[in-house]
């Protein structure tokens, strides 16, 4: 199973990169930027997922912090601890 590839299709996963935009992380500059680029690619959600995806997964392999800190809102979102993995399935 590609972790990844799950979280980069997570229905919450703009408002998950708008959250962790908006904290002080410790991200690298380079994660930094992949982030705004994210944030600036997110008209790709509703006019073109498939290859929103693919540029979230680029930046996801390219950067794992970012994965992570992204990660973490988007737990949070559903209410699941950031420690334990949901158990539904969609």
């Known amino acids: 199973m590609d972790y990844l590839l799950e979280l980069a299709q997570d229905p919450d996963l703009r408002e998950a ?3 962790t935009a908006g904290e002080q992380t410790n991200l ?3 994660a930094c930027a992949s982030l705004s680029e994210l944030q600036r690619l997110q008209f790709l959600a509703a006019q073109h997922p498939n290859a929103w995806v693919i540029e979230v997964l680029h930046a996801f392999y390219e950067h794992p912090d970012l994965a992570t800190q992204v990660w973490l809102p988007s737990r949070r979102s559903r209410g699941t601890s950031p420690t334990t993995p949901s158990t539904s399935r969609t």
Do not use: T
């Open 17 to 19: 990169i708008a959250i």
């Open 28 to 30: 690298s500059a380079e």
